[in-house]
């Protein structure tokens, strides 16, 4: 098991349209587990994606690194994880998901950046809004 400063888990199973034809996940879903992730940890926070849309705030991913390790397949249980640096304008959320007997499934670093009506920001609204410390300065 890793020893990173997780800060939000989030148990989840492997439905049927999930798997291909050898009862693996498909890679693709794993990108679905890990934003559906992100998307409850900001709600666990008190600050859903309809909150951020009525305050004109828009997260957007700009890049995505995804290493697999432990393949899932139909119906497996599984926790995903995330802790969250800053970097400048950038959230970069480390997320890893882990199979029921703690082996490690899939590690991914994503960036995403905050957008305030159409513009880019620093985040500091969006940083404020989920509890995270200021970004450092450059």
């Not at 990108?31 to 309809?50: D, M, V």
Request: proline share 5%; net charge negative; charged share 20%.
């Amino acid at each position: 098991m890793n020893n990173q400063p997780y800060i939000y888990e989030l148990p989840l199973k492997v439905r049927d349209y999930e798997v291909d034809s050898q009862g693996i996940v498909n890679n693709a879903n794993y990108l679905h587990y890990l934003e559906h992730t992100r998307h409850e940890f900001c709600e666990s926070r008190g600050f859903t994606f309809r909150d951020m849309q009525q305050q004109g705030i828009d997260p957007v991913v700009n890049k995505i690194e995804i290493e697999y390790h432990t393949p899932l397949r139909l119906a497996d249980t599984m926790t995903s994880k995330l802790w969250i640096e800053r970097r400048g304008a950038r959230f970069i959320f480390h997320q890893d998901i882990f199979t029921a007997d703690g082996a490690l499934s899939v590690t991914a670093k994503v960036s995403v950046v905050a957008l305030q009506n159409g513009r880019p920001t620093r985040g500091d609204i969006l940083a404020q809004a989920l509890n995270l410390s200021p970004a450092p300065q450059n």
